[in-house]
């Protein structure tokens, strides 16, 4: 006999039918036990000592007569042999001969519904449709209250033979049978409407609905056919029949307890009408249950965007966390909503209106971390906001550093707290911290440690002094996506011109960064100042005018780099005059203060000086 593979998940039901069928069988037959005579004991005990000289159990074949399967017994387990055989062919795709097998098994025991059903879907696949009915009609005979081989019927009399009328007889005595059995309803709604009646397909769920029952799942499936019917894409729904198939999703909200695929329906219904308000309290009851569902957390954001209600959701959030503080999820859910307002804010240039969606984002997802504090995405958004943004390193570096306590193993968390300690002007340490998660992605994650994660290990070195370091973490971000390497290309070249360094490696950067993006202001400033280092004052002072004007904002840098090149030639009050809008933009910087004071004093002392102020 062959051995079964990997079973089907079809074919499950089949397996636990047989091993219970299994357990069930009388194959035994067992004997009273008569206990010998006082009189017999010493014959017997003589007789089992001459039988012990005689037998040896281990070359004996045949077994004890009271083991032996009575003769129903070993019918039944030969068709449990057929059975697993039939399924052993099946999985192999060789369907006919399966068919053969199965049969062997219902000439055994006809009254076996699931695999009756079973047996007649694939004679059915084949087309013999008599055989298909005479094995259903005799599976009926056997056991008159399944009701699963008359749903069978009914749907080979609908799809195949066209009858609809025996159909829908067949799918009747299975409801007359099982009035609970919702496949039975959703049959006869599906036989309906294939024939074109949608009266009838409504009048089949009218009378599922007057059921009782307490399962939910029955009025979930209940009423996802409903919606099937009220829900049209080229059409709107009447008020009414909304209420209706809300009637029913009620019914199954009621009866949901904590059945996170039961919710999950439930909530997807809601969000897919449209009705948002009963949506959510239903997806934060999920996500309380399944809080790493990131399909539920989609799905209601989607529900927001395509409906047009982020003002809406938004005060609906904050009156649930009125109601519930103590939930985590409306502020997660909150927070999103107000990154993605700050950010629409953002590209329409609303920067005030931006920057306090980015602040009520950022508190919300810190009274998510406070509130629970063991999953480690809130963290990193806050991070996200608080970098980018807000602006705010120094509580960046602290929500990072507690983070990091908590999920140790999390190099993604360290990558950040080094982007943060480099951002508050700690560059010594964020370059140690970048050479742990560096470490810890080796181990843990290796595709952070892309292109990205070197140019920012690179600028970190940098700004620690460390040129020859950061020199080789560039190049190393270039090797690893060249086409990509814009950002790379111009800081090396920019950190070179800095410090009259490897000048002419510098041009080379800061030419294939300008072929990839020529309108870039921040390139354009690179080029100037490296022209400027190679004493091409005039060509500088042109180029980086050029650049101001490309940018998208002032820049503190740029007017630095003009005043310098008009002090060059000689210009000081049009120096003056960037270096002033330079210290505006950027008032800490006091070098350029200092390089604005001692201008002044010699311009004070008579014309202006010959010896040029920067250092």
Known sequence: MMKPKNVSPCLAPFILGAALWIAALPTISARPHKSPSPQSQSALAASSSKKAERQDDSINLQPAKDLLLRPEGVHKADALSHFVEGMALEESGEMEKALAEYQKVLNVDPGQTDLASRVAALLARNEDFPQAIDVLKDAIKANPNAPEPFLQLAFIYAKYLKRTDQAIDYANRAIAIDPRNMDAYERLFEISLAAGDERKALQSLERAAKVRSDDATFWTRLGKLYAAIVFKPDSTPKPDEVARVNEIFKKATERAADDPAVLKDIADYYAASQQIKEAIPIYLRLLELQPDDSGAREKLATGFVLTNQRDKAIEMLEEIIKQHPEKYQPYDLLAGLLDDAGRSFQRANQTAQAKAAFRKAAANYEQSTLIN???????????????????????????????????????????????????????????????????????????????????????????????????????????????????????????????????????????????????????????????????????????????????????????????????????????????????????????????????????????????????
């Open 373 to 615: 504090p063991t999953r480690p995405s809130p963290y990193m958004h806050l991070a996200e906001l608080l970098l980018g943004p807000l602006k705010e390193n120094e509580h960046a570096m602290k929500i990072l550093s507690e983070a990091r306590q908590r999920f140790p193993g999390a190099p993604e968390i360290i990558y950040y707290l080094a982007i943060a300690e480099r951002e508050a002007k700690h560059p010594e340490q964020a370059v140690a911290t970048f050479e742990e998660a560096l470490h810890e992605a080796e181990g843990e994650d290796a595709e952070m440690a892309n292109a990205r994660f070197y140019f920012d290990y690179g600028a970190a070195a940098e700004a620690a002094g460390l040129y020859d370091k950061a020199a080789d973490l560039f190049k190393k971000s270039i090797a690893l996506d060249p086409a990509n390497a814009a950002d790379a290309y111009n800081y090396l070249a920019f950190m070179w011109a800095d410090h009259s360094s490897h000048l002419e490696e510098a041009q080379e950067m800061i030419k294939r960064a300008l072929q990839a993006d020529p309108n870039n202001g921040a390139y354009i400033d690179t080029l100037g100042w490296l022209e400027f280092r190679q004493g091409k004052f005039e060509q500088a002072l042109t180029d980086l005018l050029r650049a101001a004007g490309k940018m998208t904002h002032d820049d503190p840098i740029v007017f630095e780099h003009i005043g310098d090149a008009y002090s060059k030639l000689s210009k000081i009050p049009q120096a003056m005059e960037s270096w002033q809008k330079a210290l505006a933009l950027d008032p800490q910087n006091k070098r350029l203060a200092e390089k604005i004071d001692n201008t002044k004093t010699k311009m004070s002392k008579g014309p202006p000086p010959n010896a040029n102020p920067i250092q």
